[in-house]
């Protein structure tokens, strides 16, 4: 089996360190590729941290992956040798459950196969992720890159892309909606841009009056500073949708009375407690509170086209991979515009 440079943490309370793992060879249809840049998501904090619980170790992580396709197998079809490829949080399905049957693996049935911090279909070889030299996946689960693309900005694609361009696909988004975006860090950016280019007006919706030029520079030509209780006044009833981006405790109450008559509200953040609903809010307007994950393969294809076409990509911070432990510590203190990116050849 190839031996594969990687940074991996031993334990919850471990640093990342240079580390080696096993590749599996590269069978009939798999794809292997050299990895160029990984992103860093902020649930690679929480998982190598065990903050979910049910952390595995050693962890490799990484599920913002981009290079170049070094080999194929026998009955490869889609990707060639010298092809730019990413993976994203998935390596792998049951194939057969109704929700794979719609393109929706990322739900699959009987659980898949994530990118790390699991095990692949056989539940017992572990996988491994981005922070590392090669992977080999599946060529059912690598998606195609545009040579349009900022390859190093792409890479938050693979995750944070799709998990904004989803919901605003689900709830169809176009020109002239109303689109809330809560929260200015490593999605939010990505849902103003991707709304933005869908042809919705944009306000961005954050607690701080400094993230205003920032926003608008994305795309956003309204702001809401909704550490201000006059601005759930003024936006009372204003919005088709809201993505909410935000991980910490927040009272969705007071967003939803900003959603107009059967207006929708989708959570992509995660608070760390179950956070109180009044019914009335739900009510009173047959409005919509729901959550989103990810993507499936065949959407995220479908917005990395869209991405290409609209010259969409993340703002990014470009690091060697040695540098990924204070990238951690910045994340934590929001010390990041917008997203970390490893420079893998740095490995």
């Given at each position: 089996m190839p031996i594969t440079k990687a940074f991996a943490a031993a334990s919850a309370t471990s640093a990342l360190e240079p580390f080696q793992i096993d590749r599996r060879e590269v069978g009939p249809h798999d794809v292997q590729i050299e990895i160029a840049f990984c992103g860093v998501c902020h649930s690679d904090i929480h998982q190598v941290r065990n903050e979910w619980g049910g952390s595995m170790y050693p962890m490799v992580p990484g599920h913002e992956i981009v290079g170049r396709v070094t080999a194929v197998g026998g009955h490869v079809k889609k990707f060639k040798a010298g092809d730019l490829a990413g993976v994203g949080c998935m390596v792998d399905s049951c194939r057969t459950c109704a929700s794979c049957k719609r393109d929706l693996e990322q739900f699959c049935e009987v659980g898949g196969a994530f990118t790390y911090n699991g095990t692949e279909m056989d539940r017992k070889t572990p996988t491994y992720g981005g922070y590392s030299a090669s992977v080999?996946?599946?060529?059912?689960?690598?998606?195609?890159?545009?040579?349009?693309?900022?390859?190093?900005?792409?890479?938050?694609?693979?995750?944070?892309?799709?998990?904004?361009?989803?919901?605003?696909?689900?709830?169809?988004?176009?020109?002239?909606?109303?689109?809330?975006?809560?929260?200015?860090?490593?999605?939010?950016?990505?849902?103003?841009?991707?709304?933005?280019?869908?042809?919705?007006?944009?306000?961005?919706?954050?607690?701080?009056?400094?993230?205003?030029?920032?926003?608008?520079?994305?795309?956003?030509?309204?702001?809401?500073?909704?550490?201000?209780?006059?601005?759930?006044?003024?936006?009372?009833?204003?919005?088709?949708?809201?993505?909410?981006?935000?991980?910490?405790?927040?009272?969705?109450?007071?967003?939803?009375?900003?959603?107009?008559?059967?207006g929708a509200m989708v959570l992509l953040g995660v608070p760390p407690a179950p956070t109180p609903v009044a019914a009335t809010s739900l009510i009173f307007g047959r409005k919509t509170l729901s959550g989103s994950l990810i993507g499936g393969i065949a959407e995220t294809q479908e917005m990395l086209d869209f991405c290409a076409g609209h010259g969409i990509v993340s703002e990014i911070e470009l690091i060697p991979v040695q540098r990924v432990n204070e990238a951690y510590e910045r994340m934590m203190k929001g010390d990041v515009r917008y997203r970390f990116v490893l420079d893998m050849k740095t490995l």
């Open positions: 080999v996946v599946n060529e059912d689960f690598v998606l195609s890159i545009s040579p349009k693309l900022d390859l190093a900005a792409a890479a938050p694609l693979l995750c944070a892309g799709i998990t904004t361009y989803s919901p605003l696909r689900h709830w169809n988004t176009k020109k002239g909606d109303k689109v809330g975006v809560v929260g200015l860090g490593g999605l939010g950016h990505m849902a103003v841009k991707l709304a933005a280019a869908m042809g919705a007006e944009v306000t961005m919706l954050s607690t701080s009056a400094s993230k205003e030029v920032d926003a608008r520079k994305l795309g956003a030509t309204g702001f809401g500073l909704t550490s201000d209780d006059t601005t759930f006044k003024r936006l009372a009833g204003h919005f088709d949708l809201i993505i909410d981006t935000i991980s910490a405790p927040h009272d969705y109450n007071k967003y939803l009375g900003m959603l107009r008559l059967e």
